[in-house]
Every structure is written in structure tokens, then in C-alpha cells.
Nanobody, 124 residues
Framework: QVQLVESGGGLVQAGGSLRLSCAAS????????MGWFRQAPGKEREFVAA????????YYADSVKGRFTISRAAAKNTVYLQMNSLKPEDTAVYYC?????????????????WGKGTLVTVSS
């Protein structure tokens, strides 16, 4: 019902910035919460950030607070993750996700749909 396509990943130096984009589509797409997760090699998938369908509420993992910003485009079904002051430990595959209802505090935040991921590599 919902298709998610990430873009914007790549290779950056420590201290640099990247902006990830997630385009959502589907005939029944409406009023979805959105989020970003990441998975580093040999690690479990972890929560990064989420935003409510209204855009009025945002949530962040402690590891990215003050460095990453999640936002929604007004004109398109697009969600962004602005990543600043990147560190080597931010290296991971980043996944966009969508939820009909955000389950704040739950491991996967109640996400129902997932993108295929985009690779972010931060060199030292």
C-alpha cells in the first residue's frame, strides 16, 4: 500500500553533512507518521528519528540529538533527515519507515512499511 524510496546516502568525511530524503507513494497513503532507522555492520537495527503525520512532534535517539533533524516537505510526500557533524559511528544503512500510528517508545515505533535503505559512510 505504501512504497518508500530513500536517497542521499554517500561517503563523507567526519564533521561533514548529508541530507537523506524519503519519497512516499501509494494509493492509500495519508496521515502517516514517518521515521528513520539505521543498521551498522554487525549491529541491530536502531531507531534514529521520527516525526508525526502533522509534523508537530519529533523524536530522536540520544546519540543524534543536536546533530540530526527530521522534517517533512509541505508540498510533497517527502521526509528528510539532515545529518550534521557526522561521526564514523554514524556509518550505517539508513532506512525510511512509515506508520499509520506512531507507537512512541516502542522499539520499532509501530512502523508498518520500510524502504530498502541507503548507505551512509563516514570516514575518519
Amino acid at each position: 500500500q505504501v512504497q518508500l524510496v530513500e536517497s542521499g546516502g554517500g561517503l563523507v568525511q567526519a564533521g561533514g553533512s548529508l541530507r537523506l530524503s524519503c519519497a512516499a507513494s501509494g494509493r492509500t497513503f495519508s496521515n502517516y507518521g514517518m521515521g528513520w532507522f539505521r543498521q551498522a555492520p554487525g549491529k541491530e537495527r536502531e531507531f534514529v528519528a521520527a516525526i508525526s503525520w502533522s509534523g508537530l512532534s519529533t523524536y530522536y535517539a540520544d546519540s543524534v540529538k543536536g546533530r540530526f533533524t527530521i522534517s517533512r516537505a509541505a508540498a510533497k510526500n517527502t521526509v528528510y533527515l539532515q545529518m550534521n557533524s557526522l561521526k564514523p559511528e554514524d556509518t550505517a544503512v539508513y532506512y525510511c519507515a512509515a506508520a499509520q500510528t506512531l507507537r512512541v517508545g516502542v522499539q520499532d515505533y509501530g512502523m508498518n512499511y520500510w524502504g530498502k535503505g541507503t548507505l551512509v559512510t563516514v570516514s575518519s
